[in-house]
């Protein structure tokens, strides 16, 4: 059955518009995105079956241009579709980032390193370089690596800084294997970064390590 032939108060764009997004399930939300379905399978059962396949919503998201249009009733068109809303929702992450400070508002950043990071399959090193206000000067990734390593240059990092002439950092990195501890390599690094800053009176604020759940934050686990 066609979902135009379902009762109204199941169709998912008719939910979401009487009783909010929250209340659609992945299927639901992704049964929007994709419009239709397929001869003799509905909008939702296609999401369902591609949310099989690719392990969820967030391995669909994720999945590459070969792989994602591989699949039947996706394709080029809706590909591009994706990745424009998912660029859209990292800039609207990032929009609140240039207003106001930032340690005032943890909750902001995380949310937007881990759009930025955290979908990433090979670690990436990038840098928040801030005002004297602790504003957002602007986001830079800076290294990329492999899936478990990335080779980070601190001169690097301190040419960014003066060329953006930054008073504070945070640094950010994520982890491919989901898992946020800090290694002995990372924790040699931040501090090797932070006493270089010190030499040009920029302070470290934080570094943030990007897996699966929330970003950890070596400034609250007293690691800076």
């Not at 792989?67 to 068109?77: D, I, N, P, T």
């Not at 990734?141 to 060329?163: C, E, H, M, N």
């Amino acid at each position: 059955m066609a979902i135009r032939d379902w009762p109204a108060a199941e169709r998912p764009r008719e939910k979401l518009l009487m009783h909010g997004v929250a209340v659609l399930s992945d299927a639901e939300l992704l049964a929007i995105f994709l419009r239709t379905g397929l001869p003799g399978r509905s909008a939702v059962d296609l999401a369902r079956d591609l949310l099989t396949r690719f392990g969820g919503l967030r391995g669909l998201l994720e999945a590459d241009a070969q792989s994602f249009c591989a699949e039947r009733g996706l394709g080029e068109a809706k590909y591009a579709q994706l990745q424009a809303v998912l660029e859209m929702a990292r800039r609207h992450l990032a929009t609140p980032l240039g207003l106001r400070d930032v340690l005032a508002d943890p909750a902001c950043v995380r949310a937007f390193l881990k759009a930025k990071l955290r979908h990433e399959p090979h670690e990436r090193f990038a840098c928040l370089f801030l005002d004297a206000r602790h504003r957002v000067l602007a986001y830079e990734a800076l290294f990329d690596g492999t899936i478990d390593s990335a080779s980070v240059y601190p001169r690097q990092v301190i040419k960014r800084t003066l060329a953006h002439n930054a008073a504070g950092l945070i640094l950010c990195h994520n982890h491919p294997s989901g898992v946020t501890d800090p290694s002995p390599a990372d924790l040699a690094l931040t501090r090797q970064i932070r006493d270089a800053l010190a030499f040009i009176d920029v302070k470290l604020l934080d570094h943030f390590i990007v897996g699966d759940g929330e970003p950890l934050s070596m400034r609250d686990q007293g690691l800076l």
